[in-house]
């Protein structure tokens, strides 16, 4: 590989930096802005394509209602949302291999055929997941499973999206019905026995975190949230 010198003028000495010399070919510096690309909105992808969304938010509604403002973390929560999102995606992200990836490495497909290759499996499940009644006000031509298939990916996702939050309350509000019930019986315990002057919720917090550990809470709400996606 030939090498280009470059001169660089510093404090009155010069500095020689060896770099490689252009290529005719560009295939290069596109492959190096798509990459930087995808770096970029790998955050944005892995809220909006994945099921990190529904899984993120239940557990914070979770935390809520326990009443635990900082406990766990948000680091933890968000590491645990991300490997439960991974393991939901599992079966998804092995067909967008064996369908896109595999065989673009293997010179089989052109990038744009392995790209929209692994879109099919990808959608199949956006749209598995997807309330029709949400996705009719992007597309209100999806009335069928196959109209509902040639939706664009700009009305699908936030379709998407919107339905994954809504998921989220639905299993969220389930998640605090037992809490609030907790927080009543201590508050009317309290206001029976006259103890006006102390928090109801400083009483509840032990009852709610004991009935949490007793029922393995935090398992109970992951597998719900797993089977949720089935």
């Known amino acids: 590989m030939s090498l280009l010198n470059t001169i660089v003028a510093a404090g009155g000495n010069s500095v020689t930096i060896n770099l490689p010399a252009s290529h005719g070919s560009g295939n290069s510096v596109v492959l190096t802005i798509l990459t930087i690309t995808a770096l970029a909105v790998a ?18 509604l979770t935390r809520n ?58 959608r199949t499940w956006m749209l598995h997941q997807t309330r029709s009644s949400i996705l009719s006000i992007f597309a209100p031509h999806a009335t069928s499973t196959s109209a509902a298939a040639s939706v664009p990916f700009t009305g699908l996702v936030p379709a998407f999206v919107l339905s994954e939050i809504q998921s989220a309350f639905i299993i969220g509000f389930i998640v605090f019905v037992p809490f609030i019930v907790i927080d009543l019986v201590v508050s009317s315990t309290m206001m029976s026995l006259g103890m006006m ?3 109801p919720t400083l009483v509840s917090l032990p009852f709610k975190v004991l009935l949490f550990v007793l029922v393995d809470g935090w398992a109970l709400v992951a597998h719900s949230l797993i089977t949720s996606f089935r």
Do not use: D, W
């Open 65 to 122: 209602a326990l009443g635990l403002q900082g406990t766990p973390p948000n680091q933890v929560l968000a590491g645990l949302s991300l490997f439960l999102a991974l393991f939901v995606m599992a079966p998804t992200l092995a067909a967008m291999n064996k369908a896109g990836l595999q065989p673009y490495l293997h010179h089989t497909l052109s990038l744009t055929q392995a790209l929209s290759a692994a879109e099919t499996p990808l």
């Open 197 to 199: 002057m102390m928090p």
């Open 43 to 60: 955050p944005a992808l892995l809220v909006c394509l994945t099921a990190f969304t529904r899984i993120a938010i239940v557990l914070s």
